[in-house]
């Protein structure tokens, strides 16, 4: 037990003397949480429309204000031609326009039915149809504010909810990702460069001929980067409560639980990938292509995992993040307890477990 | 049988390490006596580093016996593990740490106590003269501090037996000189060394060498009989008769 005191505290010492480590541990989480809350933000908003009014009627006038009214929409100057429209979408200030025919009111009020071309941005296909759909949602609310009491025989009015984030805050999806990316990079990558170090500098050799067990070695290596990693989680949590305005609905105790089995998960795979390279650069390189880039792809905070093609949604099912994503979004969003998460808790502790198994023996029969 | 088992530092019996069908170490029988400072020379790939992870506990060997400080390679590696020291040609000292650390570090994974760390490294730093850069980081002294500050490290511990891989690789020869001296010092109060180098002037400072050649000990006596025995008045010209008959390359 004193032994791996001793070891631990010499990791700490490496950790805080280097620079570049304490960047990556404690600037990247930062750094992370601020470009996915806010620069890589897919909400809708303040998007530049241009209006092309040729019925400049009373109509088209509250129709109007009622796009400029909605925070979805920046209102641009009013264009008069399609020359202009097109101008605007390619100089990038719009991304979507509205054409109000000649008579627009006039055909509104006396065939009882009237044209409106909307025109998007198809370039960004998402976005286009979250646009689209505004507008129509606009268009037709006051199109029923028109006809209050209009006798309709039938009529189906959806009323939508969206569960679990009601005010369609898109920081909550990210979170959830980015806290299972700075595991990957703090506790594989860091762990695998730490042990590949001692490896380069020939420091491994001194502390397998020590009395030291080759377990303890191990042991002593990841430890700090569990507690490193538990106080970036912390550091995470509390910039999405308070930065983003995440609420965690769930257990706290539980989020902590799986995390800790996540990390574990994590640092078996840096330790095996440490076992298997021999300088720090390839352990960095296979850390961060091999283990960031599927977490990035393939856990489905990014792209949705249902859209994918088969092949890469049966390779999705091998990566860890994956069930962790899925437990944190349950646990935090959602407020699920444990019941809910326990099959993807059972694959991940299975996989950790073996990874675990696998790098003991490869650094085991390294020694034979 | 047993007193005599008590006053050898290494005993190694038909000591054999076979890769496949490859024997790195070939029957190879020698002892080492209490403090003894024992050269053992060889090419590179003439199996040297194979025995000599054998009898650091790191490997076990595919037959014969050996025991280091009286303990048995197959069955007592941890004691083994106690009982030596190691130091290698990469120093193998932390860059990022202290010297102190340093040697705290490496006191603490041999289990000392913390008075007896303290005590002794103020005593190695004295002896060393290393006062002003107890606090200084190891990786801004001068290579040949490193080289001495390592050596020191590898016996704080006070082990019964050292192992010294190449231990003056890349060292000027002031350095090396004065690093022998330390090697004397530590084999004056009881440490058997074991030591292997590609100089031979060092060599000649060993009392007592071994030569081997493709994974077999070829020659064991002490520098000044080997000499007379092939009829030179030069290790090299020794080393090089012994080794030219190598078969195997260089790995």
Known sequence: ?368 | MQKTMENKAIICRELTKEFGDFKAVDRISFEVNQGEIFGFLGANGAGKTTAMRILCGLSYPSSGEATVAGFDVYKQQEQIKKNIGYMSQKFSLYDNLTTLENIEFYGGVYGLSRPEIKERSAQLVHTLGLEKEVKKLVGDLPLGWKQKLAFSVAIFHRPKIVFLDEPTGGVDPITRRQFWDMIYEAAASGITVFVTTHYMDEAEYCHRISVMVDGRVEAIDSPANLKARFHTDSMDEVFYQLARGAKRTAD
């Open chain 1, 1 to 368: 037990m004193k032994l791996l005191f001793v070891f631990i505290r010499k990791e700490f010492y490496h950790v805080f003397r280097d620079r570049r480590t304490l960047l990556i541990l404690f600037g990247l989480p930062i750094v992370q949480i601020i470009l996915f809350g806010y620069a890589l933000s897919s909400e809708v908003k303040n998007i530049g429309i241009a209006i092309q009014d040729n019925a400049h009627d009373i109509h088209t006038a509250q129709i109007t204000e009622k796009i400029q009214s909605s925070s979805y929409f920046k209102l641009q100057p009013a264009v008069s031609n399609y020359a202009d429209i097109e101008q605007q979408f390619k100089n990038g200030s719009i991304k979507c326009a509205l054409v109000f025919p000649v008579n627009f009111g006039a055909d509104l009020l006396r065939t009882g039915g009237a044209q409106i071309q909307l025109i998007a941005d198809a370039s960004d296909p998402n976005t286009a149809t979250t646009l689209t759909n505004y507008l129509q949602s606009i268009i037709n609310s006051y199109q029923q504010q028109l006809n209050p009491n209009a006798k309709i025989s039938y009529e189906i009015i959806p009323e939508t909810r969206q569960l679990y984030n009601e005010e369609q805050n898109g920081s909550l999806n990210f979170v959830p990702g980015v806290i299972a990316l700075i595991f990957m990079i703090v506790s594989t990558a860091l762990t695998s460069v730490a042990v590949v170090r001692e490896k380069e500098l020939g420091t491994m050799e001194i502390l397998l001929v020590s009395p030291l067990k080759p377990v303890m070695v191990l042991i002593a290596k990841a430890i700090p980067y569990l507690v490193l990693s538990l106080i970036n989680f912390v550091v995470i949590l509390v910039l999405s409560v308070f930065l983003l305005k995440v609420e965690i609905k769930g257990s706290v105790a539980l989020l902590f639980a799986e995390s800790i089995l996540f990390i574990i998960t994590c640092l078996a795979l840096g330790l095996l990938i440490s076992n298997v390279t021999a300088s720090q650069q390839t352990a960095m390189l296979i850390s961060m292509m091999g283990m960031m880039l599927p977490t990035l792809i393939l856990t489905g905070f990014m792209f949705p995992l249902e859209n994918m093609p088969v092949l890469f949604q049966l390779i999705s099912h091998v990566i860890p993040s994956r069930y962790y994503y899925i437990i944190i979004k349950n646990v935090m969003l959602k407020g699920l307890g444990f019941g809910y998460v326990w099959k993807e808790t059972l694959v991940l502790a299975f996989m950790t477990v073996s990874l675990l198994a696998i790098a003991l023996r490869k650094f085991k029969t390294r020694l034979a």
